[in-house]
Antibody
């Protein structure tokens, strides 16, 4: 059974940092491209970051570029999102999501349970 | 950036009825369009990709279609478990992937 389990969320002050983790099981993690998607309270879905197999290609949304960094450790079946210089508008539930297709543009077929990040003083 | 516009924002229907949800792209996304269902407190669930291909385990009452830049999700006979928020997503021109704002089925 495919599972994505997130951790690392919580309350942080504006300007602070936080690192989210997503641990995968039930599939060969290294062969899939992965993404982070967030959802502000009561709002819709916003794509945040993408990482290809082998981390050869990385993309971030303009809203987080220069502040967030996606990474992966295939030996640990884990995906990460390092979030720096956090702002109130970064408050959201963050989901890790697996790409359906093994390369290139793709929808997302498996999602983590979500991890709430609250940026507030 | 491609803008995805969903309508209506809220759709009031009764169990057993047919529901038709619309998603329009600001420019062509070919058939690279997915639909997701999200229930309160849960992660989104992939329903449809490639505009009309059902994801694994999705009931046949869910179907997707395309006419130009307009995409339709049809639920043929609503079940109680179908009341949720539905999002469309384009994955044709990226980054960024973009989602519609959602349609709430109530």
């Amino acid at each position: 059974e495919v599972q994505l389990v997130e951790s690392g969320g919580g309350l942080v002050r504006p300007g602070g940092s936080l690192k989210l983790s997503c641990t995968a099981s039930g599939f060969t993690f290294s062969t899939y491209e992965m993404n982070w998607v967030r959802q502000a309270p009561g709002r819709g879905l916003e794509w945040v970051s993408h990482i290809s197999r082998g981390a050869s290609t990385i993309y971030h949304a303009d809203s987080v570029k220069g502040r967030f960094t996606i990474s992966r450790d295939d030996a640990k079946n884990s995906l990460y999102l390092q979030m720096n210089s956090l702002r109130a508008e970064d408050t959201a539930v963050y989901y890790c999501a697996r790409a359906v297709f093994v390369y290139g543009s793709s929808p997302f077929d498996y999602w983590g349970q979500g991890n709430l990040v609250t940026v507030s003083s | 950036e491609i803008v995805m516009t969903q309508s209506p924002a809220t759709l009031s229907v009764s169990p057993g009825e047919r529901a038709t949800l619309s998603c329009r792209a600001s420019q062509s996304v070919s058939n690279n369009l997915a639909w997701y269902q999200q229930k309160p407190g849960q992660a989104p669930r992939l329903l449809i990709y490639g505009a009309s291909t059902r994801a694994t385990g999705v009931p046949a009452r869910f179907s997707g279609s395309r006419s130009g830049t307009e995409f339709i999700l049809t639920i043929s006979s609503l079940q109680s478990e179908d009341f949720a928020v539905y999002y469309c997503q384009q994955y044709n021109s990226w980054p960024p992937y973009t989602f519609g704002q959602g349609t709430k089925l109530e």
